[in-house]
Every structure is written in structure tokens, then in C-alpha cells.
């Protein structure tokens, strides 16, 4: 399976504190992506990287990708409350167009 | 809100029942998904449509038959459904089945009793 594990499962971070959360996958990938999701609701893209890109940025959002590894890292700088959410990621496989396979996700708690 | 609608919101059905989901984009998209989300586990792809045309089909129990009329409405008509079955449903679409970025609905609550 291509499946994305994210890791840490849960993060508990202060308001301000910057948040990293990482990505493995296990086979060949066109492309990466982050969403997040608010408790209950649809999931929002954040940022997609391309397989040949190694790093991101969007905001405060900083995204990077190691393909020797197979892992990717999304960094939340000076979190804020609102960032409050789980985030996933998705990919797809080489070759071709594959459906977009999401990982459990990391529950991010940003503490006002 | 993305452009994807979803209803209803939230939805109790008994196993004998017959209800359908709907899902609608005003994005110009071409491609529909459907998704299952339950607690703790990946959310799972149930189906695809692109162009109208079922695509994907993730070995899903008959129970779920969706329904695309057109590239705008997704439905998911639900029967004889299990308490196993109770999760969010999420619609999502995209600009066509090769452009990867996805914009998700909402998502409607369903308990099965």
C-alpha cells in the first residue's frame, strides 16, 4: 500500500510555538498534498509538492519532501489557536493518474 | 465553503431504510468523488466519477449505489445499511481525474440505528 502515515498521531503545542508534522509513504509518488480539516467538516487543501520539488512554502505553512526517504514534513510557524484541526496527507502513484490515498491524519491542538 | 455542497447535513436511518446523499459542485469541475470517513481509520475512497462515467469503484457492498446525472451532481443512494456503515460521507471533486488537487463538501453525518 501507498498509504501516508503521519506522525505524531496527536500534537499538543502553546500558541506561537511552531508545529511540524511528518508524512511516510511506501511507493513512488506524482505528487504530495496536505489538507486540513476542521472537527466534523470537509477537508481544505493546504499545499501541494511535486516529486521533483524538495521544499514549499505557502504562508506560514513550509512543506518538504525527501523521495529518498519517501516522507514529507508540514511546518506551522507562530500557530495560532484557529490552526486547531487535523491535517493529512495524500498521495498519488507512480505510474499514471491513481486516486489520492490519505493517511490517519495528525490531530493538531493549538493552546491559546 | 469550497463550491461543494452537501446534503443533508447529518442523517439517522434505520437498516431498513431507503435515503440518498446528495453532493453538488458549482466549480466547472469534471471528476466527483466520494469518500467514507470513519473514527480513527484513513479516509477511504468509495467511488469516482469522471466525466459521468464511473471510473473507480473501491469495492464497495452493493448497499451504496451512487448515481452522477451529470459532471455537476454526485448522489449516494444508501439501502439496508448496517450500524458499521454510520460515518461521514464526504464529496469531493476536482478539475478532472488527473488534476489532483481536491475540494471537499462538508460531508453529512450518517448514523445507522
Known amino acids: 500500500s501507498q498509504q501516508g502515515e503521519e506522525d505524531p498521531q496527536a500534537l499538543s503545542i502553546q500558541e506561537g510555538e511552531n508545529a511540524t508534522m511528518n508524512c511516510s509513504y511506501k511507493?513512488?509518488?506524482?505528487?504530495l498534498q496536505w489538507y486540513r480539516q476542521n472537527s466534523g467538516r470537509g477537508l481544505v487543501h493546504l499545499i501541494l509538492?511535486?516529486?521533483?520539488?524538495r521544499e514549499k512554502h505557502s504562508g506560514r505553512l513550509r512543506v518538504t519532501l525527501d523521495t529518498s526517504k519517501k516522507s514529507s514534513s508540514l511546518l506551522i510557524t507562530a500557530s495560532r489557536a484557529a490552526d486547531t484541526a487535523s491535517y493529512f496527507c495524500a498521495t498519488d502513484s507512480t505510474p499514471g493518474n491513481t486516486p489520492l490515498v490519505f493517511g490517519k491524519g495528525t490531530r493538531l491542538s493549538v493552546i491559546a | 465553503e469550497t463550491g461543494v455542497t452537501q446534503t443533508p447535513r447529518h442523517l439517522v436511518m434505520g437498516m431498513t431504510n431507503k435515503k440518498s446523499l446528495k453532493c453538488e459542485q458549482h466549480?466547472?469541475?469534471?471528476?466527483m468523488y466520494w469518500y467514507k470517513q470513519s473514527a480513527k481509520k484513513p479516509l477511504e475512497l468509495m467511488f469516482v466519477y469522471n466525466f459521468k462515467e464511473q471510473t473507480e469503484n473501491n469495492s464497495v457492498p452493493s448497499r451504496f449505489s451512487p448515481e452522477c446525472p451529470n459532471s455537476s451532481h454526485l448522489f449516494l443512494h444508501l439501502h439496508t445499511l448496517q450500524p458499521e456503515d454510520s460515518a461521514l460521507y464526504l464529496c469531493?471533486?476536482?478539475?478532472?481525474?488527473?488534476?489532483?488537487?481536491?475540494?471537499f463538501g462538508p460531508g453529512t453525518r450518517l448514523t445507522v440505528l
Open positions: 511507493t513512488s509518488i506524482n505528487n
Open positions: 509538492i511535486r516529486s521533483n520539488e
Open positions: 469531493a471533486s476536482s478539475q478532472d481525474e488527473g488534476y489532483n488537487e481536491q475540494f
Open positions: 466549480l466547472g469541475h469534471n471528476a
